[in-house]
């Protein structure tokens, strides 16, 4: 059974420092995975796709990274903002069957100006 | 295009009263799921239609809930009769492909109390 676990829970840091959040998959059979990021009262937005395959995804100030093997995956946020402040999940879809995502409890940034 | 819509945003209802929460999904998305998120836990799977047939629905708690999707374009999530630990949001998601290589798009949730 696919398990996500997401490290830290919370995390509060000064702004234009840069970060990593962390998330780990206990069964490395995947077909992709996602980050999301879920501001308080509204719904996910996606961030990051990353497929079974590839290791890195980049897009403006995140880089997402995928070490299936190890079942790992960590969101690099460069020169954090205020506005960067939310809850960010991770998430990974099976290989086989509804492909449906198994989430983690997600990391709370919070980032101060 | 048009993104996933779910409404209510919000409803609050009394413990053993009926809810209906819907969600529209992006046009031309056979694939359609359906999650929620309690207080304190993580986002977990309820079902998944193809269409309006329903894949998997492992996820459905009881059968307090019910899921249609008629004719394969919006859904319905019923909750009847509602119990406390019903509370959470409720969020759908819509996929051309259940494999997409686009992910999913999910919609902005319903937050539903019972009290």
Redesign the interface.
């Known amino acids: 059974k696919q398990e ?1 676990t997401q490290i830290p829970a919370a995390l509060s840091v000064p702004e234009g420092e840069n970060l990593v959040l962390n998330c780990s998959f206990t069964d490395s059979a995947i ?2 995975l ?1 980050w ?1 990021r879920q501001d308080p ?6 961030l990051l ?1 990353i ?1 079974s395959s590839q290791r890195e995804q980049t897009s403006g100030r995140l880089n997402a990274s995928l070490d299936k093997s190890s079942g790992r995956s960590t969101l690099y946020i460069a020169a954090s903002q205020p506005g960067d402040s939310a809850t960010y ?1 991770c ?1 990974v ?1 099976g290989t086989s ?10 990391t709370r940034l919070k980032v101060l100006a | 295009e048009a993104g996933v819509t ?1 409404f209510p945003s919000h409803s609050v209802i009394e413990k053993g009263q009926t809810v209906t929460l819907r969600c529209d999904p992006i046009s031309g998305h056979d694939n359609l ?1 359906w ?1 929620r998120r309690v207080m304190g ?5 309820l079902l ?1 239609f193809v269409k309006e047939s329903k ?2 629905e492992s ?1 459905m708690p009881n059968n307090r809930f019910l899921a249609e999707r008629t004719g394969g374009t919006y859904s319905t999530l019923k909750v009847q009769p509602a119990e406390l630990e019903d509370s959470g949001v409720y ?1 759908c ?1 819509s996929s051309w492909r ?12 319903t ?1 539903l109390t019972v009290v």
């Open positions: 996500v077909y992709n996602q999301f009262g509204k719904g996910l937005t996606s796709l497929q999940l998430a879809s069957g509804t492909y449906k995502y198994i989430f983690g409890t997600g | 779910q799921y999650y836990k993580e986002i977990k799977f998944h894949q998997d996820g969020f998601a259940p494999h997409s290589d686009y992910g999913y798009t999910f919609g902005s949730g937050r």
